[in-house]
């Protein structure tokens, strides 16, 4: 790992595992060849001009010149500062298997270029977990989703993860699975409690987290004989019959949606589950629980968890 003078300086971390320290070494080998030729290009200009309008103009010119040059050093420390940070926040999450070293150049680019800004201790823990979740399985997400990510305001995100506490774990045939939050009457009880309204849901969608249509429900079809389903680890088993749809409410996430819905920290709502069961039994769907609820994580990663 690069000494001394290097691009990072994270502190007293311990023993770094294999993946953190790869990580580290990729992140530097990249930025450390990005940002600080830039940034010595721009003080030495900087640093010129104020030469030359001293000698131009005077002293009270050169002192004004000097507090713009504290300014652009302090701005960029906190921008420093919010790289380290969020990059001490994504080693714990680092996986053993995780190969960091196979993290596109440019995407690291990217990403550090848009989250430097970025100070709030919860948003810099989301970044970390994208940080963390590219570098465990390189090509997770997309720049365009990084991109997204620099736009989304707190609130906005905050939103975001309210919503995903409804979000189930689908898969259906050879389709890997999505998470679905499962939006059936959007003036029930169970949504308005947790601040999820047709106005909130509009607004996620004009965001391009979701695309939300009240006006028809979605369905799947052409789907097997029986699936698996999971709310936060707990599996249920669907049944259908010859003729039968399955519905899925009135939104979905978006590619965004479904890159970011994993880390962003939900968790399930209360009663929800038994919500969502009789809904589908109205529906003529035969259900079964085959297996005892599980515990995972906090956070909707936990319905990741197969049987």
């Not at 302090?74 to 001490?88: G, H, L, M, S, Y």
């Not at 189930?168 to 699975?177: A, C, E, N």
């Not at 979605?218 to 680890?233: A, H, R, S």
Request: aromatic share 12%.
């Amino acid at each position: 790992m690069p000494e001394g003078n290097s691009f990072f300086s994270l502190g007293n971390l311990g023993d770094l595992t294999k993946p953190a320290t790869v990580l580290i070494e990729k992140i530097f080998d990249v930025l450390g060849g990005y940002f600080r030729p830039r940034q010595i290009r721009r003080l030495a200009k900087a640093e010129a001009e104020a030469e030359i309008i001293k000698a131009q103009t005077g002293i009270e010119v050169a002192d004004i010149q000097r507090r713009a040059l504290n300014r652009w050093v302090a701005e960029e420390t906190k921008k420093q500062d919010n790289i380290e940070r969020i990059t001490q926040k994504a080693i714990p999450q680092l996986e053993e298997s995780s190969n960091p070293q196979n993290i596109e150049d440019d995407w690291i680019v990217n990403f550090f270029d848009k989250c430097r800004i970025i100070s709030d201790d919860e948003m810099q823990s989301l970044w970390a977990r994208v940080l963390a979740g590219e570098a465990n399985s390189p090509g997770t997400y997309s720049k365009r989703t990084v991109n997204f990510l620099s736009y989304l305001d707190k609130k906005d995100a905050n939103l975001f993860t309210t919503l995903c506490g409804f979000g189930w774990f689908i898969s259906l045939g050879s389709r890997f699975g999505d998470v679905v939050p499962l939006i059936f009457n959007i003036h029930h009880k169970i949504y308005n409690d947790k601040g999820i309204n047709f106005d909130q849901l509009q607004h996620l969608d004009t965001l391009g987290l979701v695309t939300f249509n009240n006006m028809a429900t979605l369905q799947y079809t052409e789907i097997p004989k029986w699936i698996i389903v999971f709310y936060y680890g707990t599996p249920l088993n669907i049944e259908f019959n010859k003729d039968t749809n399955f519905p899925i409410g009135t939104i979905q996430l978006t590619q965004i949606g479904q890159q970011l819905a994993p880390i962003c920290g939900s968790e399930p709502v209360e009663s929800f589950l038994e919500y969502v069961v009789e809904q589908w039994r109205q529906q003529g769907l035969i259900l079964s629980s085959l297996y005892p609820r599980r515990t995972g994580p906090k956070g909707l990663k936990s319905i990741f968890i197969l049987p």
